[in-house]
Nanobody
Framework: QVQFVESGGGLVQAGASLRLSCLAS????????MGWFRQAPGKEREFVAT???????LYEDSVKGRFAISRDDAKKTVYLQMNSLKPEDTGVYFC????????????????WGQGTQVTVSS
């Protein structure tokens, strides 16, 4: 059974930092491409960042220079370090696993976590 456990979300003020973690089970992980997406209230889910099993990394333009994605294959965990948070970063953050290389399209990911809430106040 595939399961992702996301953690690290919370309520912070603008300018603060958070580190999200996603612990995976039921997948090989080392050969999987891992992504982070977010969904703000009333909006569609959008791409945030992805790291392939070859360590190729892509970011959504608005988070470049502020967010950093990383992975620890031994721990089967993918991280999202979020710095200089802005109110527009508010949303539910989901991790996902796929097999098509680093992808921005959520349709390229097969397995999804339940999400963790991030709220940034101004």
């Amino acid at each position: 059974q595939v399961q992702f456990v996301e953690s690290g979300g919370g309520l912070v003020q603008a300018g603060a930092s958070l580190r999200l973690s996603c612990l995976a089970s039921g997948i090989a992980f080392s050969w999987d491409d891992m992504g982070w997406f977010r969904q703000a209230p009333g909006k569609e889910r959008e791409f945030v960042a992805t790291i392939s099993w070859t360590r190729r990394i892509l970011y959504e333009d608005s988070v470049k220079g502020r967010f950093a994605i990383s992975r620890d294959d031994a721990k089967k965990t993918v991280y999202l370090q979020m710095n200089s948070l802005k109110p527009e970063d508010t949303g539910v953050y989901f991790c996902a696993a796929g097999f098509r290389g680093p992808a921005r399209n959520d349709g390229d990911y097969v397995y999804w976590g339940q999400g963790t809430q991030v709220t940034v106040s101004s």
